[in-house]
């Protein structure tokens, strides 16, 4: 709302100006014309009409200004009172609207009719006025009625937009309004605030005035008390300094005897250790010296009788050993739960491959007794793949590969299990320690493959025929292999 009535109010002021200007206009070309044939118009004449012509321009904008001011005033009023906006308002609105067009109508024609009669009085002096006076006349009119009927079309506008933003039904008042009032508020707050400022300077002024000649004095205090403070600020400082400084040098000597407190104990303790040590040893010099040749002596004596008492309790021990072996007969060991296994392991080899393909065969009581094959190193591996492809044996599965150094040899050690038997057997080898070679068991059981690498990588095994052979944990570049018995760190920090 506040929008539209400044646009309503730049109209106004728009249609006076331009009004004023071809006014001005009109004036100067008859004031041109008549200097060229009558130039005895006054001055004071002139003067006298524009000064007429600017107190009704300022008359206009005053009246329109005071009708804006009343149409907000009322209709702040009918919101805060009557949410409902009647009609009759509305009709009251209008006719305001119209009086003012009228008005300004009324205005146009009195100015008319001062140029006409402007214009008569300058015709009877003048009787050749031209024909081009009367054409700008007439267009001053035509602008002045055009101008009224537009003022009156955006009067008839506005009021249709208003009717149309707030309808009876929602009593609420528009936000143009409020923001409005809002500016209206920060205006006079900021015109309360200005003025307070501007009391507030006055009121300074006054006292720097007043305090004008008492300024000397007040600078001399002022120094007096800011020299006063920093001394005292100083003083403070300086009392602050040395207190800590004292509390530094008494926590340095309290540190210092008790570190020299500390030093003193263990001399003492160390003192008293060496002197018991001194005590100790002069006793034992002179318990020697007191014996002589007779500690000796009692020495030899009693070693002697330890010695005899030990071999009698060991002919006590061995003639009981005796007698009880003599009355109760050692008891057989029975056979173990694998022992048939290993008989038919043994059985089916000998009758296929022969008797000369395993040099030994037993059951390892230390590994649950499973039945163990010791095949040689040239029979190795004809062994196993007859144990893995025989019908009666079937051992399709490696769960196990390992080797270990003895010093004189090492061993290759492989747990084999049957799943169509349920039953497991361990097949040995023994090759040289100097040149540690065997057949690869991975073309039988891929399952090999890394553990031979890690027998190759830790011993120095090598398993021909298999197919990617490598130091597994520790890499090409090592040197040695760990668990030789004979291994030797190359670096000593390792």
């Known amino acids: 709302m506040s929008g539209e009535k400044d646009l309503e109010q730049l109209k106004k002021e728009a249609a006076a100006k331009a009004k004023a200007a071809a006014l001005a206009k009109l004036k100067a070309k008859e004031q041109a014309e008549s200097s060229a044939e009558t130039p005895e118009v006054p001055a004071a004449e002139e003067e006298s ?25 009322e209709q702040a009023e009918s919101s805060a009172e009557t949410p409902e906006a009647p009609a009759a308002e509305g009709e009251s609105l209008d006719l305001a609207k119209q009086k003012a067009a009228a008005a300004a109508k009324a205005k146009a024609a009195a100015l ?16 050749e006025a ?46 143009a309004e409020e923001e409005s009032l809002d500016l209206a508020k920060q205006k006079a707050a900021a015109a309360a605030k200005a003025k307070a400022a501007a009391a507030a300077k006055a009121k300074a002024a006054a006292l720097a005035k007043q305090a004008g000649g008492e300024s000397a004095t007040s600078d001399d205090g002022a120094d007096e008390k800011a020299k006063a403070i920093a001394a005292a600020k100083a003083k403070a400082a300086a009392a ?18 008790s570190d020299a407190g500390d030093d003193e104990k263990a001399k003492a303790i160390a003192a008293a250790k060496a002197k018991a040590a001194a005590a100790a040893k002069a006793k034992l010099a002179a318990q020697g010296k007191e014996t002589g040749g007779a500690g000796d002596d009692e020495k030899a004596k009693a070693i002697a009788a330890a010695k005899a008492k030990a071999a009698a309790a060991a002919a006590a021990k061995a003639k009981a050993a005796g007698s009880a072996g003599e009355s109760a007969p050692v008891e057989e060991k029975k056979p173990s739960v694998n022992q048939p296994y290993l008989d038919k392991y043994v059985k089916v080899i000998e009758e296929h491959l022969g008797k000369e393909v395993l040099a030994d065969f037993y059951i390892n009581n230390l590994s649950k007794d499973v039945p163990t ?79 031979e690498c890690e027998a190759y990588d830790l011993l120095g095994i090598k398993f021909k025929g298999h197919p990617n052979l490598y130091r597994i944990m520790l890499g090409e570049e090592w040197v040695g292999h760990p668990l030789r018995k004979d291994y030797e760190p190359y670096d000593v920090e390792v």
């Open 49 to 73: 009409l524009d000064l007429a012509k600017q107190k009704a321009a300022a008359a206009a904008k005053a009246k329109a200004a005071a009708l804006a001011k009343l149409k907000a005033k």
């Open 112 to 127: 008319a009719k001062l140029k006409a009669k402007e214009q008569a009085e300058s015709s009877t002096e003048t009787p």
């Open 130 to 175: 031209p024909a081009a006076e009367e054409e700008s006349l007439d267009l001053a009119k035509q602008k002045a009625a055009a101008a009224a009927k537009a003022k009156a079309a955006a009067l008839a506008k506005l009021k249709a937009k208003e009717q149309a933003e707030s309808p009876a039904e929602t009593p609420e008042a528009p936000a």
């Open 240 to 257: 602050a300094k040395a207190k800590a400084a004292a509390l530094a040098k008494q926590a340095g000597g309290e540190s210092a005897t």
């Open 373 to 451: 094959l010791v095949a040689k190193p040239d029979t190795y591996y004809r062994v196993a793949e007859f144990l893995k492809y025989n019908e009666q044996l079937g051992f399709d599965y490696l769960s196990e590969l390992h080797g270990g150094d003895f010093e004189t040899h090492m061993e290759v050690y492989a747990h084999l299990y049957s799943y169509k038997n349920r039953q497991s057997v361990a097949l040995k080898v023994k090759i040289d320690r100097d040149e540690p070679t065997i057949d690869s068991l991975q073309p039988l059981w891929p399952g090999a493959d890394w553990p």
